[in-house]
């Protein structure tokens, strides 16, 4: 063993210091056979190139892996252009191994005893690859998934089924070759689903406001003394009163009362049902609303300087905004997040211009973000999103407010009570193409109402025993008219 690698060190330097020389001789005799003259005085053949890239095999290896060579001829020299990469190991005269050391890309040349070149190989020495390929064949094995070696990282190729194969994949390949970054990401998906969202939002707000106050205006005199009483208590609680001009006033003995008693109950109802429908991994928003402006600064000109007021536009109002990704077997990953939101003074900003004032209103928000799993058809409700807010604030004059009895005179009282509950429903579908044809609108046959119609019945709309041309026939058993009818 002692004795082949001795002479396997000196068969390598007297091939490097042979091709050297043949490289030197071949720049020589190129210049030859440029020059004509030169040919005919120097009388030397040429020198031909024994080994080089053009005639070269293709062979890929993995750091510590090797392949076997048998060749046509006894072997007499081996070339390696650069050892640290892969090695060549001669175990008799027509078999060589070659074994990958390093991530890097060499040449290695086998030569008879003639000189004559039996073979040559361009070496690529990348990652073990077969780890990578049998992890993702027992992972994914419907899926056609290619794996190549880049330098220091891989690249995965071929199609899978959908993003969460293709997610998986890249997942692997990156925890075995130590990043995400070294994995380059060729994958193609072979049916993108698309996703169509229903959501329902529903919110119900209840508020109770009782305002109740009384106040006491009186000018009592006594000789040359003159005494005047006034004690108005205001309704802070609300921010304004609601019993303007609905007041109750009574006087005794220069003494003047005034009762201001209210009290309110609201309901206030908001629904929106949108549908959107999007492609496997990407995203969909839908908002309806609107938009309000809200002054934000000023621009200046810096060689006129005249300056202007920069206007932006806030939106407000039900706003929905989700990503689907399809799993297997029908299962959908969802992101979502939806917002309610509405103008509102409480909080408002007052902008004061010259002789000008503008109010700018804030935006009430209510807002939910969520990522689940669920199937196709299924639904998902964000409920339990309830909010109650009560103020009881009691304002009157110190001291007097406080009797038992006839302190009510001398006080007001402000109660609210608001109570707010939204509810977010979210149906996500595998959605389908149709065809035209199985679409209805609902405008479908509508027709305006005819003059006397509309002005001895009050009718806006014709009502009709059939639908418009094209449209969908009602569900068998149906009995009645059917059709656009506005009520």
Known sequence: ??????????????????ALIAASLAVISGAHASDPVAMAQGGSAPLQVVGSDSNSRFVQLGIGKSVVIDLPRDIKDVLVAEPKFANA??????????????V??????????????IAGFDVAVTRDLNGIRAMLQKLLPQADVRVDGVGEGVMLAGSVANASEAQQ??????RLVGGVDKVVNNLT?????????????????????KQLGVDLNASLSYGSAVLNFTNNNPFTALGN?????????????GVTATLRAMERAGVIRTLAEPNLTAISGESASFLAGGEFPVPAGYTCDPQTRACQLAIQFKKFGVGLNFTPVVLSEGRISLKVM???????????????????????????????????????GGALALAGMIQEQTKHQLSGLPGLMQLPVLGVLFKSRDYINRQTELVVIVTPYIARAVAQKDLSRPDDGFQDA??????LLGRLNRIYGGPAKGAPAPAPGYHGKYGFILD
Do not use: C, H
């Open 104 to 117: 890097g890309q060499t040449n290695i040349y086998f030569f008879d005893a003639e000189g004559r070149q």
């Open 241 to 253: 009163s609601l019993v303007e001009g609905n007041a109750t006033t009574g006087q005794f003995k």
């Open 89 to 102: 190991v001669v175990r008799s005269t027509r078999r060589a191994y070659l074994i990958g050391v390093a």
């Open 169 to 174: 994949a890249v997942d692997v390949a990156a």
């Open 338 to 376: 939806t917002e309610v939101s509405e103008l509102s003074n409480e909080n408002s900003v007052q902008l004061v211009q010259g002789t000008s004032t503008q109010t700018i209103p804030s935006i009430k928000t209510r807002r939910a973000e969520t990522t689940v799993e669920i199937p196709s």
């Open 1 to 18: 063993m002692a004795n082949w690698t001795l002479k396997r060190a000196w068969t390598l330097k007297q091939a490097t210091t042979a």
């Open 450 to 455: 005819s003059d006397p119609a509309a002005i």
């Open 189 to 209: 998906i072979r049916g993108r689903d698309q996703v169509m969202l229903k959501v329902t939002v529903a919110e119900v707000q209840r508020d109770v406001i």
